[in-house]
């Protein structure tokens, strides 16, 4: 999950941190310098494997051995998976999300000749002597912004495929748990969408799941039937749904990581026009960079997203194809618009 948090992708055993390498990890004799916590297992095209490789493609630059282990989805299993962690070699231990907060705050202040790196999360710098922790946030109303002004300008313009040709123009992006990622997300699709066409209506409704396709299918189809003419995807394992929902109706979806557009058909029908992503491995990897460089600004939250290229959205070959190049024009007016911070009031998380 770009980063929408696909957390969900199923179990994996403590014991993977006897044999990494099992686990996606990668090892090879000597010691461990940086140790990569995953909340979730490798696989996901997104969120999980963007950080895996962010950390590997690091730790082969600068020289150094890094361990990856897979936690699993189960938030109880991840604290002994960190107990250990701290307990072994690693210099360096680097994990994702916000659930993932109050234990990499504890473990901080425990150990202060470790240093932590946590990714679309932040400790609370206020409350805890964090000053070996590193904290990398992302602008995700960036994100929700610029699936919402591209949904709304395909709604609004003629000869798109549509619901209703004739009836008022309709968006809608399906999200996965309510949590605080995803209400920025909302938060920024429905500015992106008024921004670009104040008439258009958007919907937003959480899944409650990030593993739940059957689920998101009925949500898409609930706003489809309210007159949804674009569904915008920000729920990891449960998009699968909203894009057949999509696909069934012959409308357009946009996804939530760059693996979704390698095949944008579903079902033989091309669907997934783009995808509005977080880059997370880029962040890690400089994070680790740092650190290696003895750069690293611990107590202290970094904050990236379209200025520094790590929000984007993918222009995929369908998306270049198909979408009318007055509309990648104002997409690309909007991207230079929020580098420059004009919607910096507006897309402020509360």
């Known amino acids: ?202 919907l937003t409704t959480y899944v409650g799941s990030f593993s739940d396709p059957v689920k998101g299918k009925a949500v898409a189809e609930d706003m489809i039937s309210q007159g949804a003419d674009v569904l915008v995807a920000a729920a990891g394992g449960t998009d699968k749904g909203v894009f057949e929902a999509a696909a069934a109706k012959k409308l357009w979806a946009i996804g939530d990581d760059k693996q979704q557009v390698v095949d944008p058909k579903v079902s033989g029908v091309d669907t997934i026009l783009t995808a509005a992503v977080v880059d997370v491995g880029s962040s890690v990897k400089r994070a680790v960079l740092d650190w290696h460089a003895k750069k690293l600004k611990g107590g202290t939250a970094g904050v990236y997203g379209v200025e520094d290229g790590t929000v984007s959205l993918v222009e995929s070959p369908l998306y270049t194809s198909v979408v009318p190049a007055k509309i990648q024009e104002r997409i690309k007016e909007l991207v230079a618009e929020l580098k420059e911070g004009k919607y910096k009031k507006e897309l402020t998380a509360p």
């Open 1 to 202: 999950m770009g980063p929408i948090h696909k957390v969900a992708a199923g179990l994996v055993a403590t014991a993977c941190l006897l044999a990494a390498s099992g686990c996606g990890g990668s090892t090879s004799g000597g010691g461990v310098d940086v140790a990569l916590l995953l909340p979730g297992t490798t696989g996901d095209g997104g969120f999980i494997d963007s950080a895996k490789a962010g950390v590997e493609s690091a730790a082969a630059e600068a020289g150094v051995k890094a361990q990856v282990v897979e936690a699993g989805a189960d938030p109880t299993k991840w604290q002994p998976v960190l107990d250990d962690l701290v307990a072994g070699e690693a210099d360096l231990i680097v994990t994702g999300s916000f659930a993932m907060a109050d234990m990499i705050q504890q473990a901080a202040e425990a150990n202060p000749d470790k240093t932590f790196v946590i990714f679309d999360g932040s400790v609370n710098y206020d409350k805890c002597n964090c000053a070996n922790v590193y904290s990398i946030t992302y602008h995700s109303t960036q994100v929700g912004f610029l699936g919402g002004a591209l949904a709304a300008l395909m709604a609004s313009t003629p000869g798109i495929d549509k619901v209703d040709p004739a009836g008022t123009p309709t968006i809608g992006m399906v999200g996965g748990q309510e949590i605080p990622v995803i209400a920025e997300y909302f938060q920024g699709f429905k500015f992106g969408a008024k921004t670009v066409a104040p008439d258009v209506k958007a």
